[in-house]
């Protein structure tokens, strides 16, 4: 029990990132042809990765509050704290064969914390904004509310994913240029906060597989055209930093290696199969899926094996 206590003591928060990788992981695998990628039990073991860090941080809410309300004070990690909510959502869909109409009950109440988190966050770091605080990462709780219309149709609650979408591209549309107006005229911060940069991935790729999701087959190409070529110049921009940001030491924003290419890799695959469902080949596309899915995975795992040897070391002593 002493080192349970010590393992979730050692535990990161913004290990949130990564647990919401793994909680989407399972979806990108579903999407892939191969058979070991498709195979069940890979599903079910990101999905059952994600719950185990879920329950870390869960018991990190008891055993250590003041580390939860510190977090809940700073902007940087305030930012990413709605990844909680958004991997309860997440959850809500994996374990909904198991808990049936419960499941939906879990999705609403994460809803309900993801709305709450983001108004808190607005109050706190928004309307009493200081430009020397803002991140990149602060824009992700509002791309959360996006998340809402990734898992909707799980639900048949398409309408509200609808609604859930706009909602979350307006919010996004409007925070990134505030993050990106500190990031181009005030570039300096501290070595930690810079690999948030590399949330930038992330904010267009949720709202595009959101839109994807809800609207299915009255999706406008316009639009879906649009939010893939906004995504994919954020997602190279992430991309050219990555090899930099590998080379520096451990960090617990080292979260900001996963979910950013996860969701940009699970966006591209549901264009993909959108235009296969119009009967559309685009060649070009289906390598791209599979290398953005291929760098997406081994980020991921990468990340969580740095985050491991970081609580053993930190738990021994």
Known sequence: ???????????????????LSFSALDTLFQSLEHPVASYGPVKYICGSIAFLIFLVLTAKLF??????????????????????????????????????????????V??????????????????????????ISYVVGYAGIAN??????AYGMQPLGKLAFWLGFCCVSIVLII???????????????????????????????GYVKAYGAGISYPLLLGLF?????????????VPKFLKRSFYPSYASFT????????????????????????RMLEVLASVESLIAILLVLYTILRYIRHIRQAVRF
Request: hydrophobic share 55%; glycine share 4%.
């Open 179 to 209: 993050a990106l107006r500190r990031q181009i005229r005030l570039p300096e911060m501290a070595e930690a906060d810079q690999f948030l940069f590399l949330v930038i991935a992330s904010p267009m790729s949720v709202c595009l597989t």
């Open 1 to 19: 029990m002493r080192m349970l206590k010590r393992i979730v003591q050692s535990t990161p928060i913004p290990i949130s990132g990564v647990m």
């Open 229 to 241: 070529g906004i995504a994919t110049i954020f997602y190279v921009t992430a991309l050219i930093q």
């Open 148 to 153: 809402i219309a990734i898992t909707s149709p």
């Open 63 to 108: 055993l250590c509050p003041a580390q939860v309300r510190g977090a809940m004070d700073k902007g940087n990690q305030a930012a990413i704290l709605p990844t909680y909510s958004m991997t309860l959502m997440n959850l809500s869909v994996f374990f909904k064969p198991f808990l049936g109409s419960i499941s939906f009950g879990v999705w609403i």
């Open 259 to 282: 979910f950013p290419f996860v969701i940009s890799a699970i966006g591209v695959r549901d264009i993909l199969s959108y235009f296969t469902s119009q009967h559309i080949v685009f």
């Open 110 to 135: 994460a809803i309900a914390l993801h709305l709450a988190l983001v108004i808190r966050f607005t109050w706190h770091f928004l309307v009493k904004l200081r430009w020397d605080e803002v991140f």
